[in-house]
T-cell receptor, first 117, second 109 residues
Framework: GAVVSQHPSRVICKSGTSVKIECRSL??????MFWYRQFPKQSLMLMAT?????????EQGVEKDKFLINHASLTLSTLTVTSAHPEDSSFYIC?????????????FGPGTRLTVL | DAKTTQPNSMESNEEEPVHLPCNHS???????IHWYRQLPSQGPEYVIH???SNVNNRMASLAIAEDRKSSTLILHRATLRDAAVYYC??????????FGEGTQLTVNP
């Protein structure tokens, strides 16, 4: 099956710093990548949809200047949490949709645990 | 956003079949039903998807009601490794997947 990786798997940072999370499709090209956030004991919440070469579409309530998304190639999307604060601590998960997919099958990464001190 | 309704939790015994129900009463004619599952601190894993007909794969079967307002995920023989949160997802506009609360499946040895 298709594999999606995320880096780093875990990051701890100080309040006010920025953190970049990478999402890569390892064995397929992804037209679209999605970013989710998951708080403890809660479900996944879609943050934004990113298409290669164009600006990301953010869900209502998600600050685009705080969560910068770049999708520069068909295999890489990055999420940068700018000026992180403790309330941004969460599990961030990306998913990717293959260019060859005839339906909306999404392959999920293993997630990145962000802790802001 | 289209939301599905699932029981919060279900319990099963190892080696027995499990039927996980889902209601998706607002589904439209072209929306797929997706099932994913998630283990703690991991990303969701694809289980199965369907549109109108019942579907089978190596992991599970998906039975979709004739009116498409509900579906049931069937694990034929539950194992301890099947313990997870199972999400039934109705695809929304722009190919977005809106996750509900899911069903926490506990499998007893």
């Amino acid at each position: 099956g298709a594999v999606v990786s995320q880096h780093p798997s875990r990051v701890i940072c100080k309040s006010g710093t920025s953190v970049k999370i990478e999402c890569r499709s390892l064995d397929f090209q992804a037209t679209t990548m999605f970013w989710y956030r998951q708080f403890p004991k809660q479900s996944l919440m879609l943050m934004a949809t990113s298409n290669e070469g164009s600006k990301a579409t953010y869900e209502q309530g998600v600050e685009k200047d705080k969560f910068l998304i770049n999708h520069a190639s068909l295999t890489l999307s990055t999420l940068t949490v700018t000026s992180a604060h403790p309330e941004d601590s969460s599990f961030y998960i990306c998913s990717a949709r293959s260019v060859h997919s005839s339906y909306n099958e999404q392959f999920f990464g293993p997630g990145t645990r962000l802790t802001v001190l | 956003d289209a939301k599905t309704t699932q029981p919060n939790s279900m319990e099963s015994n190892e080696e027995e079949p499990v039927h996980l129900p889902c209601n998706h009463s607002t589904i439209s004619g072209t929306d797929y039903i997706h099932w994913y599952r998630q283990l703690p601190s991991q990303g969701p894993e694809y289980v199965i998807h369907g549109l109108t007909s019942n579907v089978n794969n190596r992991m599970a079967s998906l039975a979709i009601a004739e009116d498409r307002k509900s579906s049931t995920l069937i694990l034929h023989r539950a194992t301890l490794r099947d313990a997870a949160v199972y999400y039934c997802i109705q695809e929304t506009s722009g190919s977005r997947l809106t996750f509900g609360e899911g069903t926490q499946l506990t499998v007893n040895p």
